[in-house]
């Protein structure tokens, strides 16, 4: 029995607010079910997540990765804490070649910081061209080995084990957010990492239409003889009842973090504290889109989680038709009503009643209809815990 999911669901209530803007400033937005839904996009709500880990401490530091296009500073800089004597240009030259040597991407300064240098300004480090994702540990071992062969980097990184070294660095002990999301590297396809997570857009349960707010500033020292205002202008927001879901696959995160195991702990400890950190997240972080304008502070009304050893279910599908506030109580009621009865029409058809363990985190007498749908929880804490014991114990068992 190989295969593992986690699938997670959520309904969040969500006020006036812009969450997540499209092009031209306006809340993104979806058609489903032949009606026009608000939408959040996966990237919006991963970007929270991993925000959340290291915000709130649910993850130490050197479990976590950074996604930069500056990761020739990020790395000189790690270069100079090993060996202050490597000072001005020489650690970013260091770099540079270890960069290169490890994940084919070349390094150049962007046009525009060359353009301002040739005006008097400092000289910029080296950028590469597209984000790169690296871990704690990655970055630190390629300092390490950068140090090691200072002397003379280029004829240290031709020999082809440095080479190799500098390569398998890069590949090993990923952090738990490259494990969770992935990572692609354009100029060395292996170096690519397939996400563990897959996250959803989340959609309006119901019709929504964006709505526009006209404000006006006052400038605080005009006088009774200038009336008016000192700036006007439009925000577009709207209101919503979300479906979120995220499925991940915790034997691909136990492969993704595959040397990243700590030597010290059970080959279940990292997984299960990537586990529990990923759910804390998601279902506690909020994308923070105009939020100093309309402070959407909300968390979920209620969850539902499932581990299932068949593949990943959506309950999308719930809400294709969408939920109608018609007969008042909002969405909230009609759209966890509309859960609790579509979920075990779904396990009924398709899903494995024996080997799928579910729990239920639910707020307020809206989501009541919800209670019977798994083990009821009484907090998020008691959640995370419940669920992490639980895929512990499954990768006990079938290591």
Avoid: C
Wanted: net charge negative; glycine share 8%.
């Amino acid at each position: 029995m190989n295969r593992l999911f986690l699938d997670v669901h959520a309904l969040q209530t969500v006020p006036p607010s812009n969450l997540n803007r499209d092009d031209t400033g306006a809340p993104k937005s979806a058609v489903y079910g032949g009606v026009p839904r608000a939408r959040v996009s996966s990237q919006a709500w991963k970007r929270a997540t991993r925000e959340y880990f290291g915000d709130e401490h649910l993850l130490d530091p050197s479990d976590l990765g950074v996604r930069t296009k500056k990761v020739v500073e990020l790395l000189a800089d790690r270069i100079t804490g090993l060996d202050p004597a490597l000072q001005g240009p020489a650690p970013l030259l260091l770099a540079a070649e270890v960069i290169l040597a490890a994940t084919g991407a070349k390094v150049e300064v962007p046009k525009r910081k060359a353009d301002a240098a040739k005006d008097g300004g400092d000289e910029p480090a080296p950028e590469s061209k597209y984000l790169m994702f690296l871990s704690a540990r990655q970055l630190d071992g390629l300092a390490a080995l950068a140090v090691e062969g200072a002397d003379d980097i280029k004829s240290f990184l031709r020999e082809r084990e440095n080479k190799i070294r500098a390569k398998e660095i890069a590949d090993t002990r990923h952090s738990v957010d490259i494990a969770l999301f992935g990572r692609m590297v354009a100029d060395s396809a292996d170096l690519n990492v397939d996400a563990a997570v897959q996250v959803a857009h989340a959609i309006s349960v119901h019709r929504v239409e964006n709505e526009s707010d006209y404000y006006t500033a006052v400038d605080d020292r005009n006088s009774d003889a200038e009336p008016g205002a000192g700036m006007i202008g439009t925000v577009d927001f709207n209101s919503a009842t979300l479906y979120r879901y995220a499925a991940l696959g915790v034997r691909q995160l136990a492969a993704n973090l595959g040397e990243g195991l700590r030597e010290d702990e059970p080959l279940t400890t990292p997984v299960r504290r990537a586990v529990e950190a990923f759910l804390h997240g998601f279902l506690a972080s909020l994308p923070t889109g105009k939020i100093n304008t309309f402070g959407h502070h909300t968390l979920p009304d209620a969850v539902v989680v499932k581990l299932r050893t068949t593949r990943p279910i959506s309950f999308a599908g719930a809400f294709e038709e969408p939920v109608s506030g018609d007969q008042g109580g909002g969405h909230l009621r009609g759209a966890a009503t509309r859960l609790a009865e579509y979920i075990p029409d779904i396990e009924r058809a398709y899903g494995d009643a024996e080997s799928t363990v579910s729990w239920v985190l639910r707020v307020g007498p809206n989501t009541q209809k919800l209670a019977a749908v798994g083990e009821d929880m009484p907090s998020l804490t008691a959640l995370v815990a419940s669920v992490g014991q639980a895929v512990a114990e499954h990768l006990e068992k079938h290591v």
